[in-house]
């Protein structure tokens, strides 16, 4: 990934203007579900030709473990999605569509498939298209990716109003820090 990404602190997203500034969308799960928490939103320069948002949510998997989720919504050849599935490439692979997805979010009330993205071992990824943009869905640890077996529905969050400000917040996730 060659653009530079602002990361932005949960607390400081959500009673700012950063989330209402952004040129896209900030996927967030709404409802929340139990026990997850914001941890944090990362974006690229609102100046560059293309652009990226990532939202992080912490909370545990089915069977109790915890688990990080990452969101990251993205135009075409960005690369930020691929960094975080810690692949070298920009896109997510040529077998994303082919098939019958792995898994279905539903994205502001439509279905959005999604497809299993070879990536590094630690983690498990899915990809798919929603509103124009790629999706990608980074779960930590890859044992965790029963989550996405259960159907999340996923809004915009410069869309929520006065929500923004009773989302559950935690401290800022080292995964969102860029080596």
């Known amino acids: 990934m060659d653009r530079p990404l602002c990361i932005v602190d949960p607390f400081a997203a959500v009673m700012g203007e950063e989330i209402h500034a952004l040129s896209m ?32 949510w912490s909370g545990h998997d089915a069977f109790g473990d915890p688990a990080e989720v990452l969101l990251v919504c993205e135009e075409a050849g960005t690369g930020v999605g691929s960094h975080f599935a810690g692949l070298p490439m920009s896109y997510p692979g040529s077998h994303v569509g082919e098939g019958p997805p792995h898994a279905k979010f539903s994205v502001e009330g439509r279905p959005v498939p999604l497809w299993v993205v070879e990536s590094a071992a ?54 969102l820090v860029l080596d």
């Open 25 to 56: 969308p900030l996927w967030v799960p709404w409802p929340v579900p139990l026990d997850w928490t914001f941890t944090g939103l990362a974006h690229t320069d609102r100046m560059l030709d293309v652009g990226a948002t990532v939202s992080c």
């Open 122 to 175: 630690d983690r498990a990824v899915y990809a798919g298209e929603a509103a124009g943009r790629w999706l990608w869905v980074v779960v930590h640890p890859a044992e965790s990716s029963a989550i996405v077996v259960h159907p999340i529905n996923l809004v915009d969050a410069r869309e929520l109003g006065a929500e923004l400000t009773v989302l559950p917040v935690g401290e800022i996730s080292p995964r």
